[in-house]
């Protein structure tokens, strides 16, 4: 963390116990939003980490997750409801300008590039199984995954 860095200025973007929803957060008083890009039993180490930056910053938002379902490649053990960091960080973009926040654009499209390399990677896993039938999945890969192998 910059050593400017002021953890009352900043919202940590988690679903911790205690997070608020993106809608009832009062934005006037942040300037900051802190992601943890991490598998999600690391990010809970991080947050367990006493010595952790990530500590002193006290409030948690958490996104609407109704109807929001992973489109990573790998299935996270708790459940594809769990985005990835990526996938977390554009579904704040797109609830943020909702809210009286300096953080906010109001034209949510302008945070669509930022899965551009999510969608290359995702329909590049999707040529290489297409073209190579033979190819086994991991245990990890979450069922329905694979559009097709023809």
Not at 33 to 54: C, E, F, H, Y
Not at 79 to 103: K, M, N, W, Y
Not at 134 to 150: E, K, L, N, V
Request: proline share 6%; charged share 20%; hydrophobic share 35%.
């Amino acid at each position: 963390m910059p050593a400017s860095f002021q953890p009352e200025r900043a919202v940590l973007l988690f679903p911790s116990d205690g997070a608020q929803p993106i809608d009832q957060v009062d934005w006037s008083a942040f300037d900051t939003v802190v992601v943890i890009d991490g598998t999600w039993q690391q990010a809970r180490s991080m947050l367990n980490n006493k010595q952790s930056p990530i500590t002193g910053i006290k409030t948690h938002v958490c996104l609407n997750a109704e109807g929001l379902e992973t489109r990573f490649w790998r299935y996270q053990k708790f459940g594809p409801h769990c985005l990835s960091t990526i996938e977390a960080i554009h579904r704040f973009f797109v609830e943020l300008p909702q809210q009286d926040c300096s953080l906010a654009k109001k034209d949510i499209h302008q945070y669509d590039n930022l899965l551009w390399f999510f969608a290359w990677f995702y329909q590049l896993i999707q040529q290489n199984y297409r073209e190579d039938p033979t190819r086994q999945y991991t245990s990890r890969h979450r069922p329905g995954y694979i559009i097709s192998r023809h």
